[in-house]
C-alpha cells in the first residue's frame, strides 16, 4: 500500500515559485516510480514529471526547464519544484505512485495551485 499526502500549493504571482512536497506512507515507496500530474479546470489530469527509483527524470515540454522533480528515499517524500509560474500552470496537482509489479496507481488527494498573471 501507498498513501500520498500533497502540501505545498497556494496562490502565486506569475514568474513566482512554489515547492509541492508529498509525503508517502506505506511499505511501497522505495520500490515505486513516482510522479506529479495536474488538473486544470475543464481539461484532463496530464502528466507534469516522473521520477524513478533510481533518480532519472522526464517531464512534460511545457514544463521543461522550469519544474524540477526529486525523491528523498530516507524521507519518502518526492517534490516539485516550480518555478518560472506561469498563469496555465494553475490546476490541482496530484501526487501519483506506480507498484513496479502489480502497475497500481496511487493517489494523493491533491492540492490547488493558483498562478495569478
Known amino acids: 500500500q501507498l498513501q500520498l499526502v500533497e502540501s505545498g500549493g497556494g496562490l502565486v504571482q506569475a514568474g513566482g515559485s512554489l515547492r509541492l512536497s508529498c509525503a508517502a506512507s506505506?511499505?511501497?515507496?522505495?520500490?515505486?516510480?513516482m510522479a506529479w500530474y495536474r488538473q486544470a479546470p475543464g481539461k484532463q489530469r496530464e502528466l507534469v514529471a516522473t521520477i524513478t527509483t533510481g533518480g532519472s527524470t522526464n517531464y512534460a515540454d511545457s514544463v521543461k526547464g522550469r519544474f524540477t522533480i526529486s525523491r528523498d528515499n530516507a524521507k519518502n517524500t518526492v517534490y516539485l519544484q516550480m518555478n518560472s509560474l506561469k498563469a496555465e500552470d494553475t490546476a490541482v496537482y496530484y501526487c501519483?505512485?506506480?507498484?513496479?509489479?502489480?502497475?497500481?496507481?496511487?493517489w494523493g488527494q491533491g492540492t490547488q495551485v493558483t498562478v495569478s498573471s
Open positions: 501519483n505512485g506506480r507498484h513496479p509489479l502489480t502497475k497500481v496507481n496511487y
Open positions: 506505506g511499505t511501497l515507496f522505495s520500490i515505486a516510480a
